[in-house]
Nanobody
């Protein structure tokens, strides 16, 4: 059974940090590029970060560049999103997405984890 399970969300003050995890199971993790998305209330889902299958390539939305870091541990089938210097506008549900390197026919989503940044 394919599963992506996000964790690590929570309530944090502006300027604080959180580290999200996305644990994968049920598929060959090493063959999947991973993206983190987020969706704030009333807004469209936004791509936050991308990491390639071997971690050699990463990309970030301009809004998080320099504050967020995506990484992966293929031995543990897990992707991380380290979020520093959090701002209220980072408040959203964060989702991880796994897409097969050979195309969108295998595309999986987690259930999301809530991040709330407020004083």
């Amino acid at each position: 059974q394919v599963q992506l399970v996000e964790s690590g969300g929570g309530l944090v003050q502006p300027g604080g940090s959180l580290k999200l995890s996305c644990a994968a199971s049920g598929f060959t993790f090493n063959y999947y590029n991973i993206k983190w998305y987020r969706q704030a209330p009333g807004k469209e889902r936004e791509l936050v970060a991308f990491i390639s299958i071997d971690g050699g390539s990463t990309n970030y939305a301009d809004s998080v560049k320099g504050r967020f870091t995506i990484s992966r541990d293929n031995a543990e089938n897990t992707v991380y999103l380290q979020m520093n210097s959090l701002k209220p506008e980072d408040t959203a549900v964060y989702y991880c997405n796994a897409r097969w390197i050979w195309g969108p026919t295998r595309d999986y989503w987690g259930q999301g984890t809530q991040v709330t940044v407020t004083s």
